[in-house]
């Protein structure tokens, strides 16, 4: 089972940055084989903005957001971060992080539809605006 935890959200003005965590919690030494962001403005459908593949330290950015946000994993605080810099009032959004069961072959499906994904964080709100 995974537990995922986001924090960081908050209130910054547009051309700032903010940094959230996403605290993922396995049981013994398992490991998701992804671990994606997806944010979700209000009347809007939820996206991806961000993806590690755990199992081969690889990430992947939709275009609207590569360049300005970056993907990392912290093995000893055991968390998956995303690092927002040039935020614009269209990043305000819930922000999730979620995480894809691993398998036994190399490619373990998709990582970036919501559908797809096994487990889920509550959010942490982010809220850009002057």
């Known amino acids: 089972q995974v537990h995922l935890m986001e924090s960081g959200g908050g209130s910054v003005q547009p051309g700032g940055s903010l940094t959230l965590s996403c605290t993922v919690s396995?049981?013994?030494?398992?490991?998701?084989?992804?671990v994606s962001w997806f944010r979700q403005a209000s009347g809007k459908e939820r996206e991806r903005v961000a993806t590690?593949?755990?199992?081969?330290?690889?990430?992947y950015y939709p275009d609207s957001v590569k360049g300005r946000f970056t993907i990392s994993r912290d093995n000893s605080k055991k968390t998956v971060d995303l690092l927002m810099n040039s935020l614009l009032t269209e990043d305000t959004a819930m922000y999730y992080c979620?995480?894809?069961?691993?398998?036994?072959?190399?490619?373990?499906?998709?990582?970036?539809?919501?559908?797809?994904?096994?487990?889920w964080g509550e959010g942490t709100l982010v809220t850009i605006s002057s």
């Open positions: 590690f593949y755990l199992r081969y330290n690889t990430t």
């Open positions: 979620a995480a894809r069961q691993s398998c036994t072959s190399g490619d373990c499906g998709r990582c970036d539809l919501p559908g797809g994904m096994h487990f």
């Open positions: 396995t049981s013994s030494s398992y490991t998701p084989y992804c």
